[in-house]
RNA sequence: GCGCCCGUAGCUCAGUGGAUUAGAGCAUCAGCUUGCGGUGCUGAGGGUCGCAGGUUCGAGUCCUGCCGGGCGCACCA
């Protein structure tokens, strides 16, 4: 906060003293890497000069000249080429600080309405490591845009219909040794999530290997289709359909609630969007957005730099980039969102460009509020891959075992919060975009730039304010700061900015990198510092409490606990 | 072949709307700390920021080319 306002300040001096219209672009304000260049350093001089043609340290100085009459502002030096260097005063500093602790983000226009679709999983398939990343990344966003001040609707768009839901029926009928629904509760057992994973991964290699079952899994798929159209419960069949498909989304459910991410507004399977996915795209046809070729019904991509993709292929199945064609339909029906995210993998970003693009073609607004953010895949270390062919995956419970274990052979007995804070934190703190590569130990590690080490300085915090009894109930600071607390209070009072920063961009990596930058702050200064016992307990007693409610506050932006015990 | 993304210390990563000396963790080495919870603190070594040009007073950050890697390019999601 305190930077954007120092920007918006010389953005106003530099239309006073010199007519120039400094838009954000430009000029950057930033707090200050070392004490000796103040609390907030600027160059607004450095780029003003090229526009006027004058030096750098004179404008500077200009502008130094009317910063210094500011209240907040203890002292402002001229350094280098033609920076600024502005002191701020130690009760600015507080205030700051004390802000922080619940940061508020305060947008003057009204409460947008966001839809995020994120974590997508299969039915009948096992939620693999990458479904954990993007749950926790998607839950991660959400949170960010709920602080910006927006209403959040959470959608999870799952493949109810398709080939790989055939695959696993075609596995768990041989399983039954025929179409026996009253034989399935006794053939799966307690794991009936990892049963029907293992059903699909049967069903996937027959598929591939033999030409007979390739067969039976084409005629599975339309069989499916039609069940939905028939809306057929009878069967069978459908039957053994229709418990699979409530078995997976239990377990799915039961999945986010241990994962303890937000739950989710609407689940959305394929099969809901399907009818108006295919009714939509076949009125296109006829209008000429979409088109006819060797049987198929495509999208030519290529007039728009993209490429050419099947909408519904020649047996007269809608693909998947069909039904997403129906679900932005029936996103913007149902809800008429401001903005629309979905977060996937990078690898459909690509296919995602087109399926818009053939959307804007006819109804433009709402893809003109779509937004897609993309994320890498999940490796371990040591390069195993994450594989969802042949059943040899990584989950996203073998990600958390992983943790677990890990926390284990170093002789710690990690509870759920910490494997999860280990596990998110692992996640967080690496930008959103490329692969990130998860190593377990690290993760679960109590000390370095890790979820469980934040817990734990936290819960020290904590441990300590406990001790000191009741609060001085002070609202202004109690007495001047000593260097050593200052250099702590002046970090405090960035958290601001870093959570404006991260709700702008949508990237939460930020707030890792500051919340643990704020640890080793505090640390260094705790280091020579006591707190209970000290004649400046007051003040001291302040910057720990502040401290606390900044590390929790960060924690909760990123769906960690920050418990007072751990 | 075309398109998108990426290449920063041994490893994993910040930093990329140009700006004061390129940072952190892990690992290695040397000290300190064993009564505010076990995390720690101080310091050292380790970097041609993939390579080559260009723009600029100034480039890890912008532009171009190349090299290397990942992904996508018609009936799978």
Known sequence: MLRQTLSKQIITLAQELWGQ???TGGIEVSFAADPAFGDLACNAALVLARRLGKAPRDLAEALAERLRQRPEVAKVEVAGPGFIN?????GAL?????GGGQARVVRSSRSQKVLVEYSDPNPFKPLHAGHLYTTLVGDMVSRLIERRGDEVIRLNYGGDVGLHVARAMWGIIQALGGEHPDKLEAAAGDDRAGWLGARYAEGSAADEDDPEAHKTIIAYNQRVYRLHETNDHESPFAQIYWTGRQWSYDYFKQLYTELQVKAFDRFIPESEVTPLAVKTVQEQLKQGVYERSDGAVIFRGEAYGLHTRVFINSVGLPTYDAKDVGLILMKWRDYHFDESIVITANEQSQYY???LK????FEPEPVRRSRHLSHGMVKLTGGRKMSSRKGNVVT??????AAREAGEATGTHPNSDTILAAVKYAFAKVRIGGDIVYDPKESIALEGNSGPYLQYAHARARSILA???RPAQANEL?????EAERRLMAKLAAYGDVVIEATETLLPHGICTYVYELAQTFNRFYERNRVAGDEREAVRRQLVEAYADVLRDGLTLLGIAAPDRL
């Open 396 to 401: 996203a419970m073998d990600i958390l075992a």
């Open 94 to 98: 507080y205030r700051a600080a004390r």
């Open 86 to 90: 502005v002191f701020l005063t130690d």
């Open 478 to 482: 109690v007495q001047p700061l000593d």
């Open 358 to 361: 053939s959307v804007e073609q």
């Open 467 to 469: 001790k000191l009894g």
């Open 21 to 23: 219209e400094l838009d």
């Open 353 to 355: 460009e087109v399926m």
